[in-house]
């Protein structure tokens, strides 16, 4: 029973693993060195189950739907607070700042996590707090990379001067291209925040991770650190959600 778990799944490796979507038998044996035989009938198991599925008049084989089933039940047990824990921790105990996940709400975010600094003096928002979606480095990550057709009315409820928004845009249009977001002071005075998005496996926006630290005592090495360390555990996150890209 191991030996054929082990054997369909080396198929499936192969399917999956590659840009070719349609198979025959033996295109199948040769990638996987396994007999004709085995891979016939292996194949055959796993059409039953639908997750394979025979071409007729090809009679070549794809991959099969229940695999978008079983990723979609999955997906909807993905809990991001769940998920990103464990990384925020490792995150804060890297920069020693506290960190912060924040989930977007309609015109606000709202912080749903938080892993406290080590240090004495640090900065404590609240895991509840909900902040005005077009203020600090969070926020506009998410505002970045969120649909255009989705965040036009939002920028004009939240900016009303046709001039600020049009800068604004021009500053989201910059994060996207860097992939994170630096803020100063925007929420609280005299201190510093880095923030990068969050994905699920369609790549819409889940949230967005930051780090926020007092401004006077963040140098700059410190700074290309902290975008360096917040870029990479947000995308740590991303890919438990599912992200491939």
């Keep these: 029973m191991i030996q054929s778990i082990d054997r369909a799944m080396l198929i499936i490796g192969a399917m999956s693993g590659s840009q070719k979507d ?5 295109e199948l044996a040769e990638e996987t060195g396994l007999p004709i035989s085995t891979v016939y009938r292996l194949l055959q198991s796993l059409e039953m189950h639908n997750l394979v599925s025979q071409i007729e008049h090809t009679k070549q084989y794809e991959l099969g739907f229940k695999w978008v089933e079983l990723g979609l039940k999955k997906y909807e047990k993905l809990d991001i607070r769940h998920v990103a824990r464990p990384i925020l921790e490792k995150l804060a105990r890297e920069v020693e700042e506290t960190v912060y996940l924040n989930a977007p709400n309609e015109d606000v975010s709202i912080i749903v996590d938080r892993i406290d600094s080590p240090r004495n003096v ?13 203020i600090g480095a969070a926020n506009k990550t998410m505002l970045a990379y969120a649909s255009p057709q989705n965040t036009e009315a939002l920028l004009k409820q939240l ?3 046709e001039e600020v928004r049009s800068e604004f845009k021009q500053q989201l249009r910059s994060i996207k291209r860097k992939g994170f977001a630096i803020s100063r002071g925007e929420k609280t005075e005299g201190t510093l925040a880095v923030g ?3 994905f699920d496996f369609e790549g819409t926006v889940l949230g967005a991770i930051s780090i926020e630290a007092l401004e ?3 140098m700059e090495d410190q700074l290309d650190r902290f975008i360096e360390k917040v870029t990479e555990a947000a995308e740590e996150i991303s890919s438990a959600m599912g992200q491939t890209n």
């Design 22 to 26: 349609k198979w025959l038998v033996a």
């Design 122 to 134: 640090r900065i404590i928002d609240s895991i509840g707090e909900r902040i005005p979606m077009h």
């Design 159 to 161: 900016i009303p001067e």
């Design 196 to 198: 990068a998005p969050v």
């Design 216 to 218: 006077i005592q963040t």
